[in-house]
């Protein structure tokens, strides 16, 4: 397809299964961690937020090192209760569509990939011979061949890590891999999920070292670097869909990755609610394009957070509106944990006419915005430190407010 001819659901493809090549940004660290990960003994641990590009990566590297995988997916595993459940719907749909192949490659009087009449024999086989989870082993290394590296990934590990029995039955896959009848099939597991330290969430259920010996972790899989931010936003909007941008592209770039927090899916979303908004006005995004993009994708992406950040702004007009500015300080500092010190220093600096001369109680501000049924920040344990309850309070707060004559002002409406 030709270049100006690509729509913008064709370039930014931000809940797509598969890599999008064309706006897949390399990460040559990570992936030269994982692609080393796959040679060594150990199984592997890939961690990171949400949206930061966990499932990019793994099968971009796996595609390109042509390593056969197959995903069990843990939501269906705490949905019905057991590892192996989910390990039987994922053998009873492929093989169904395997069986359904091989019914219509017969019917014409070929046979499906050369397995010929041995098919249904192993077939019957794998489902009559074996637990699930060799069951799910033995048809990884069926269909990777002899000599293919093959890998099953557990995805979505934040979905049982709080269930004692399925970390177990995680665990237990881990070290059976260890025994010879198991080992036999040479799979490795692949474990990816939000938390840190998956491998001592497992633990729990068994000896630390038994576990721990057994997984490597790569370094996290953070946000975008700014630079890596900026690649993936030019090469989407200017270099495949040629739009314009109106105004310094320095500032525009700069507003798009602080208030996405440079997270690789809220930057994909954004760019195609952009990308579909400049369509509609000669290919050009100007403030208006823009302001009815972020609109729609905060409606979409951040709504609840966003409602969160206005139930807790000042209610009523105050000189100084204190509550107000501790939430914007929160949301625009960079680091991931804060104290009130840090706070308070940021709003004397950004608010100098209100603050000069003036006790704060930021301590007490903050403590207040950590408290209730959906609280804006957790408190650190063992410190006295904060961080944000969630990486899309900030994108919501980065979203909807600025500061105009000295006082912080919502740029959103409530959506």
Same mark, same amino acid.
């Given at each position: 397809?030709?270049?100006?001819?690509?729509?913008?659901?064709?370039?930014?493809?931000?809940?797509?299964?598969?890599?999008?090549?064309?706006?897949?940004?390399?990460?040559?660290?990570?992936?030269?961690?994982?692609?080393?990960?796959?040679?060594?003994? &150990?199984?592997?641990?890939?961690?990171?937020?949400?949206?930061?590009?966990?499932?990019?990566?793994?099968?971009?590297?796996?595609?390109?090192?042509?390593?056969?995988?197959?995903?069990?997916?843990?939501? &269906?595993?705490?949905?019905?209760?057991?590892?192996?459940?989910?390990?039987?719907?994922?053998?009873?749909?492929?093989?169904?569509?395997?069986?359904?192949?091989?019914?219509?490659?017969?019917?014409?009087?070929?046979?499906?990939?050369?397995?010929?009449?041995?098919?249904?024999?192993?077939?019957?086989?794998?489902?009559?011979?074996?637990?699930?989870?060799?069951?799910?082993?033995?048809?990884?290394?069926?269909?990777?061949?002899?000599?293919?590296?093959?890998?099953?990934?557990?995805?979505?590990?934040?979905?049982?890590?709080?269930?004692?029995?399925?970390?177990?039955?995680?665990?237990?896959?881990?070290?059976?891999?260890?025994?010879?009848?198991?080992?036999?099939?040479?799979?490795?597991?692949?474990?990816?999920?939000?938390?840190?330290?998956?491998?001592?969430?497992?633990?729990?259920?068994?000896?630390?070292?038994?576990?721990?010996?057994?997984?490597?972790?790569?370094?996290?899989?953070?946000?975008?670097?700014?630079?890596?931010? *900026?690649?993936?936003?030019?090469?989407?909007?200017?270099?495949?869909?040629?739009?314009?941008?109106?105004?310094?592209?320095?500032?525009?770039?700069?507003?798009?990755?602080?208030?996405?927090?440079?997270?690789?899916?809220?930057? &994909?979303?954004?760019?195609?609610?952009?990308?579909?908004?400049?369509?509609?006005?000669?290919?050009?995004?100007?403030?208006?394009?823009?302001?009815?993009?972020?609109?729609?994708?905060?409606?979409?992406?951040?709504?609840?957070?966003?409602?969160?950040?206005?139930?807790?702004?000042?209610?009523?007009?105050? *000189?100084?509106?204190?509550?107000? &500015?501790?939430?914007?300080?929160?949301?625009?500092?960079?680091?991931?944990?804060?104290?009130?010190?840090?706070?308070?220093?940021?709003?004397?600096?950004?608010?100098?006419?209100?603050?000069?001369?003036?006790?704060?109680?930021?301590?007490?501000?903050?403590?207040?915005?950590?408290?209730?049924?959906?609280?804006?920040?957790?408190?650190?344990?063992?410190?006295?430190?904060?961080?944000?309850?969630?990486?899309?309070?900030?994108?919501?707060?980065?979203?909807?407010?600025?500061?105009?004559?000295?006082?912080?002002? *919502?740029?959103?409406?409530?959506?």
């Amino acid at each position: 397809m030709a270049l100006f001819n690509l729509n913008p659901d064709d370039v930014f493809t931000p809940r797509s299964a598969n890599v999008n090549p064309r706006l897949y940004v390399p990460r040559p660290d990570l992936e030269e961690e994982l692609s080393d990960g796959l040679t060594e003994s &150990q199984h592997l641990v890939i961690f990171g937020e949400s949206g930061n590009g966990k499932s990019w990566l793994y099968k971009n590297v796996f595609e390109s090192a042509d390593v056969y995988y197959e995903v069990i997916n843990l939501v &269906q595993a705490s949905a019905f209760g057991s590892l192996a459940a989910a390990f039987e719907d994922k053998l009873d749909r492929r093989e169904e569509l395997e069986k359904t192949e091989y019914e219509k490659s017969t019917s014409a009087g070929m046979k499906p990939s050369g397995v010929g009449a041995d098919f249904k024999g192993t077939w019957k086989y794998v489902r009559g011979r074996k637990e699930p989870f060799e069951r799910v082993l033995a048809y990884i290394r069926k269909k990777a061949g002899r000599w293919k590296r093959a890998v099953v990934v557990f995805d979505n590990f934040e979905q049982i890590a709080s269930s004692e029995e399925l970390c177990k039955q995680v665990s237990n896959c881990i070290i059976l891999l260890d025994d010879p009848i198991y080992a036999e099939y040479g799979v490795k597991i692949v474990l990816v999920g939000t938390p840190a330290g998956i491998d001592e969430i497992l633990a729990k259920s068994g000896n630390i070292q038994t576990i721990s010996s057994r997984l490597k972790e790569i370094p996290e899989v953070e946000r975008m670097s700014v630079d890596e931010a *900026k690649v993936l936003m030019r090469l989407g909007l200017e270099d495949l869909l040629r739009l314009q941008i109106s105004g310094k592209k320095e500032v525009f770039y700069d507003r798009l990755l602080k208030i996405t927090d440079r997270i690789a899916l809220e930057l &994909q979303e954004l760019g195609l609610r952009i990308a579909k908004e400049a369509r509609k006005k000669n290919n050009t995004i100007d403030q208006l394009v823009l302001n009815r993009a972020i609109a729609k994708w905060a409606r979409n992406s951040i709504r609840s957070y966003c409602t969160m950040v206005s139930s807790r702004l000042n209610s009523r007009e105050t *000189k100084a509106a204190r509550r107000n &500015q501790c939430i914007y300080a929160c949301g625009i500092i960079e680091k991931e944990s804060f104290t009130y010190r840090e706070i308070e220093a940021s709003i004397r600096e950004l608010f100098p006419a209100s603050t000069k001369g003036v006790t704060l109680n930021v301590s007490g501000e903050l403590s207040r915005l950590a408290k209730g049924d959906k609280p804006l920040l957790k408190k650190l344990p063992n410190d006295e430190a904060y961080r944000l309850s969630s990486p899309k309070v900030r994108m919501a707060i980065r979203a909807m407010l600025e500061i105009s004559n000295g006082k912080v002002v *919502k740029s959103l409406e409530d959506l």
